[in-house]
């Protein structure tokens, strides 16, 4: 299973995902990391680990047709069977979604439908989570569609809201989840345990 991930930011589930892909315990090939971010730690991070990575953004196609067509056919260039999001902060366009449709995964951290959507990134997310008073938070993978956070949910994995906890100290505890959660998902999918509308590994060819 190729993987092909996009972040924009530090990139640290990628990172997770990478060592998984190393030590064997997740039985994947990190074959491309795109970025609409040049400065980003995830572009950082694929350099270090010697897999290929490019900056694609508007900054390098301003025509967000052009955009699209460039990511697709990077991650069709790499081979890539499934799409992760990695702290993805863009929509992606209609042609990417049209050809890897249900094979394009997202983690979120919260338990969705539940803090999900528009502004609902980043410390938002664990600020709205006390705000609400809530008792546990999470972690959510599911499939990406062209509206943020509402594709099928792939899986959940919930995390408990301690006492005194910070929106930081929130996020630290979600993010340790996310690093182990995203990568038990992908095994599972690799083992043909969770089966995804885009991807089977009983038909690859
Ligand atoms: C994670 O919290 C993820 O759930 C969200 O963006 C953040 C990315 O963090 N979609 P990192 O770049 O993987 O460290």
Redesign the pocket.
């Known amino acids: 299973m190729r993987l092909g991930f996009l972040?924009?930011?530090?990139?640290?589930?990628?990172?997770?995902l990478i060592e998984a892909c190393k030590t064997g315990t997740l039985q994947a090939t990190p074959a491309v990391v795109i970025s609409n971010n040049a400065d980003s730690?995830?572009l950082a991070r694929a350099k270090r680990e010697s897999i290929p990575y490019y900056h694609l953004s508007a900054k390098t196609h301003p025509a967000p047709e052009r955009l699209d067509q460039s990511i697709v056919d990077t991650l069709l260039a790499h081979h890539v069977d499934i799409v992760i999001?990695?702290?993805?902060m863009k929509k992606l366009g209609s042609q990417t979604l049209t050809r890897f449709a249900g094979a394009i995964l997202?983690?979120?951290?919260a338990l969705l439908p539940k803090f999900g959507g528009q502004g609902m990134?980043?410390m938002h997310?664990h600020e709205a989570v006390l705000a609400a008073g809530e008792s546990e938070t999470g972690?959510t993978v599911h499939l990406v569609t062209e509206e943020y956070d509402t594709g099928a949910i792939i899986g959940q994995e919930k995390v408990p809201v301690l006492l005194g906890d910070t929106p930081q100290s929130l996020?630290a505890r979600?993010?340790t989840t996310?690093h182990a959660f995203f990568k038990s998902v992908l095994q599972k999918i690799v083992r043909g345990e969770i089966v995804i509308p885009g991807y089977s590994v009983f038909n690859i060819e």
């Open positions: 972040a924009s930011h530090n990139g640290s589930n990628m990172q997770a730690g995830a999001l990695a702290g993805y997202n983690i979120h951290p990134y980043g997310v972690v996020q979600v993010l996310e």
